[in-house]
């Protein structure tokens, strides 16, 4: 094992121990709110609905729900602990170690992606309580996981690192993440817009996540899965050509 | 052999703010250093450049021969920082601390494990190795950073004003720590405002002022510059007015004490004579302040 491996490894554990350590905050929640969304939306309204796309309410809104999770926790889990590790200075026991930037951004971002997997298996195993999904292309929809874990918790990461207060990592979650996943088909599909509507719900990134997570796992897509591939997995190298850049200029950790 | 040298090390702030003006400075290894100044000198600045926590405007410097911008990696593992502010994770234990840090630099868990046990214990912290850091005493939080600071076994262990706002018992029982850590071989850079330990630990020291080193030299050799000694004399019974003895700067202090500006030239024998033939008791007598004090204060005013 080499050095940059222990100390990826390091970070890593003790990313995982954090979240584990305070699961009434980060993986009860999740389990409570999917459980109302899957028993208000998809079985009390979803049964007057009826189907959409070829399949019950409840089976097309599952993908989206569980990605929603995926963002929020991927999201949330970088953003507070690479903030709080600032915010309590201890960021300098990675900064006078030999420590790669490129091993700091690995060890919080697969930190992020461990939690927010997590907390999508729990939402998944709620929502099989409700629906016995069958997933369709198991190789999609676990890229399609990571691969949107990995970004949001890219993206986490970039704004604790411009964060100087606990007001600035909740700023993105609550008036740009939150709208955008609603707003990312995760309750209706894009044929139930007008046009111009559609047109529009096309310039949101979170839509095409969703769609591919749902081709995944029920068969059903709005959008090109080939072109949501594309989408995430660039935005992924600009996300931590970004990040790397930051780290070594210092920005938000250094004087 | 160079434990640290610095050449024409400049930084400025984005506020404009010039914090080292071209700093040159060398620190044998295995030396016991004290780098002095008062407060926004320019000692954390420079200590933030050599540990990577702050960036440089321009200049070099090495550790050990590994240059900190082509060697970065080297020069990094022959430090240890303890810095003057609590920067550990309030919610990790002890043990675990001390244990990610050595995962930082790239010992496995198994093999960090004594070393763990050895940094914890020699700072009397291993009974507390379970509990969560927020709940130690201000003074067992320094030693866990020096626990901390010395897990990889570096060679260049720098303190910044570790002792600022700890008792006098774990003072001693730390200034006892570092010198045998010195005795062990690691190199030391100390800075305090506690100017009694610099005079005691260090055998090399340099003063900074507004982002310069005023002074740099050998401790004996700079307090050898003193001229003048001053004391405090306690008289067996009290006087109206301070006695006259030719040579000697007398004050009252009180009705029964005196202070004396003891020039080196003339020492405290004619003192005691003159002060003997005007019947004149003297119970006790100490230092007015410590030497380097009263040097230090002369070379940044």
Redesign the interface.
Known sequence: MTIHTVAFNTILIKEIRRFARIWPQTLLPPAITTALYFLIFGRLIGERIGSVSGVSYMDYIVPGVILMSVISHSYANVVSSFYSTKFQHHIEELLVAPVPNAVILAGYVCGGVARGILVGGVVAGIARLFTPIEVQHWDIALAVLVLTATLFALAGFINAVFADSFDAISIIPNFVLTPLSYLGGVFYSLAMLPPIWQTIARGNPILYMINAFRYGLIGVSDVDVTLAFQMTGSVIVLLIVFSLILLHKGVGIKN | MKALAIQNLRKT?DNGFEALKGIDLDVESGDFFALLGPNGAGKS?LI?II?????KSSGQVSLFGHDLDRD???A??C?G?V?Q??????FETVR?IVL??A??????RRQAMPRVEHCLKQMDLWDRRDMVSRRLSGGMKRRLMIA?AMVHAPRLLILDEPTAGVDIEIRRSMWQMMQTVNDQGATIILTTHYLEEAESLCRRIAIINNGEIIETSAMNSLLGRIQTDHFVLDMATPLASPPVIAGYTIELVNRSALHVAVPKALGLNPLFHGLTAQGIAIVSMKNKSNRLEQLFIDLVQ
């Open positions: 702030y600045t933030g540990s990577s926590l702050v960036n970065n990696a080297n990094k593992r430090i920082l810095p502010e609590i920067n550990f994770n309030q675990n990610n840090q995962g930082y630099y790239g010992i496995p901390r």
